[in-house]
Each structure stands twice: as structure tokens, then as C-alpha cells.
């Protein structure tokens, strides 16, 4: 009987042997599994955090750009859009320094072209080192050449709202504007002014018998030295067809004589040459001056008109005044 107890004490304990050997290899089964699983949660949540933090930054990096574009769209000046981007793009951080224009530096610079402005290579250069302000350097430079390029657009529409587009000066609409703005200058402050309208003689034969072309190559040389004979702070426009006029700021009578005759010297005295042609131009020039003349602005315009007339039945190439 004891024997037969002994053995099946002894058959329970292999047996309980065995069974602790299944669960041990078992448990550690499941532990190493358990160790994987950790492991590559643990790496699928290093990988989310970079991905939010990559979210973060471009999302940082976006709300910047368009704050940036806020700021600077509406400007339509250079200096200040330069400025505020400047100020603006040092928040991406790792930008040691900025520079604009004609870019001759040397070391660890980006640079970025913009175009020309006024016949002048333009430039963003950008010192830096970080890879994150060189990732998204070119999406701020793109921007910043749109801006740029506005400005330049704005300001040939501007020119061409203000310049004839023969004779590159004041046309009519403009240069009337400048004329009542000065005549109510001078009569505030009781200053001189003289309006000059200045005519091109024989300019019908000289289309009918030169051809159009140059009869526009004469009216941009005339155009032209009349600019010579004033000075810069005179205006001149174009009146009309071959007509021209010039307002001469703080002038009395005597001092816009001098003027009208100097333009009609300078322009009698120097061929032209248009295309193959070489041909000499003259012109009649009507003086009229406030307030000797009149202390109407329009009245002004219409006496310098009749002694324009004057001069041409006078015998052209000549100046007249009341």
C-alpha cells in the first residue's frame, strides 16, 4: 500500500514537473511577446511624435507664411515690405542674417533671385544653418518676388496713368492736374508762375511728306528738349496732337520769355535725325504769366493759346507774349 501511494506521489510529481516546465516556456512566450508588442508600440509612438512634431512645424511654418503675406500684401513699398519680412521670417529661428539687392556676400548664404527692379538684379540672401528655415526658405522667397512683382505692375499702370506713351511725358489729364494744383500753390502764397504752350510748325507736312513714323520721332525730340531747356522742377506735358506745354514754377514774364526762347533756339539749331531722315524742326511758343497776365487759371491757358496764334501768323519759330 505505501509503495503504491510512493509511486503515485512520485508520477504526480513528474507530472506537476512537466506542467510547470509547459507554463514556464509558456509564460515566457507570452512575456516576450508582450516585450515585442511594447517595443513596437513604443516605436509606432516615437514615430507619431515626430510626425506631430513635423505637423507642428509646418503648421507653425504656415501660419507664419500667412501672416507674413497678410502683412506685406497691402504694401507698395519696397523698403517696407523688405522690413517686414525681414522681421517677420526671423521667427522660423536659425537666421543669422538677411540681406536684399545686389548680394556680393560670401559663407553659408542662400540666395534667392527676385527679378530686376528698376534695371537692378534683386536678391534674398538668407545666413543660416537650420535645416527647417532652408526647407521652407523657397516657399517665402516665392512670395516675397510676388510681392515685387505687384509693385512693379502697380507702378506701370501708375506711369502709364500719368506719361504720354510717345513722348515720355505728362500727358493731358495729368499735366492739367499738376497745372491747377501749382496755379492754387502760387496764388496761396503769392508766388509767380508762367504756362508756355509750344507748337510744332508745318508738323502736317512733315507726316505727309516723311510718313507718320517720323513724324513721332520728331515729337519725342522736341518732346526731349524741351525737358533740356526747363528745369527739373518745371513740368512739361503734352498738350495734344503736336502741341506741348510747360509750367514754369516761381517765373515771372521776363524769366519765361528767356525760357521760350531758349526752347525755340535749341530746337531750330539741332537737325533731327529720324530713321534715315535728317531734318530740321522749328516751333511757336505762346507766354502768358500770373499774375501779371491774368489771375485765372483758365484764363491763363486761353492767353497763352492766342499769342501762340500770334506767332504762327507772326511767321513761326518765334516766342510771343502779351
Known amino acids: 500500500m505505501i509503495f503504491v501511494v510512493a509511486i503515485i506521489f512520485i508520477v504526480f510529481l513528474v507530472l506537476e514537473i512537466i506542467f510547470l516546465k509547459k507554463f514556464k516556456a509558456r509564460y515566457f512566450r507570452e512575456e516576450e511577446q508582450a516585450l515585442l508588442k511594447i517595443s513596437s508600440l513604443k ?10 512634431k ?19 500684401a497691402p504694401s507698395l513699398n519696397k523698403e517696407e515690405i523688405f522690413g517686414l519680412f525681414a522681421e517677420e521670417i526671423k521667427h ?15 559663407g553659408n548664404y542662400f540666395k534667392f533671385d527676385l527679378g530686376k527692379y528698376n ?49 515720355d511725358i505728362y500727358n493731358r489729364r495729368y499735366f492739367m492736374y499738376r497745372f491747377l494744383e501749382e496755379f492754387e ?39 526731349l528738349r524741351i525737358k533740356e531747356s526747363v528745369r527739373e522742377i ?14 514754369l514754377l516761381d517765373t515771372e514774364k521776363s524769366g519765361a520769355i528767356m525760357v521760350a526762347e531758349r526752347i525755340c533756339s535749341k530746337i531750330r539749331e539741332r537737325k533731327i535725325k529720324a530713321f534715315d531722315e535728317q531734318l530740321t524742326a ?12 491774368t489771375i485765372h487759371s483758365d484764363v491763363l491757358i486761353e492767353l497763352a493759346d492766342k499769342v501762340l496764334y500770334k506767332a504762327k501768323v507772326s511767321g513761326r519759330n518765334r516766342a510771343c507774349w502779351f
Open 43 to 52: 516605436e509606432q509612438n516615437d514615430s507619431l511624435e515626430k510626425q506631430i
Open 54 to 72: 513635423s505637423l507642428e512645424s509646418e503648421e507653425t511654418a504656415q501660419f507664419l507664411f500667412y501672416d507674413l503675406a497678410r502683412k506685406i
Open 92 to 106: 522660423l529661428g536659425g537666421i543669422e542674417k538677411i540681406s536684399f539687392g545686389q548680394f556680393l556676400g560670401a
Open 119 to 167: 534695371n537692378k538684379d534683386q536678391a534674398l540672401a538668407v545666413k543660416t544653418a537650420s535645416k527647417r528655415v532652408i526647407e521652407f526658405l523657397p516657399l517665402f522667397a516665392k512670395l516675397l518676388k510676388l510681392c515685387l512683382d505687384k509693385i512693379k505692375l502697380y507702378e506701370k499702370i501708375q506711369r502709364l496713368s500719368i506719361y504720354d506713351s510717345l513722348t
Open 185 to 223: 500753390r502760387a496764388k496761396k502764397f503769392n508766388l509767380n508762375l508762367s504756362f508756355l504752350m509750344v507748337d510744332v510748325d508745318h508738323f502736317k507736312n512733315i507726316n505727309d511728306s516723311c510718313g507718320h513714323l517720323v513724324g513721332d520721332a520728331v515729337l519725342r525730340e522736341v518732346a
Open 234 to 247: 518745371d513740368c512739361v506735358g503734352r498738350f495734344g496732337g503736336e502741341e506741348f506745354s510747360v509750367i
Open 282 to 293: 522749328t516751333v511757336s511758343v505762346g507766354v502768358s504769366s500770373f499774375p501779371q497776365n
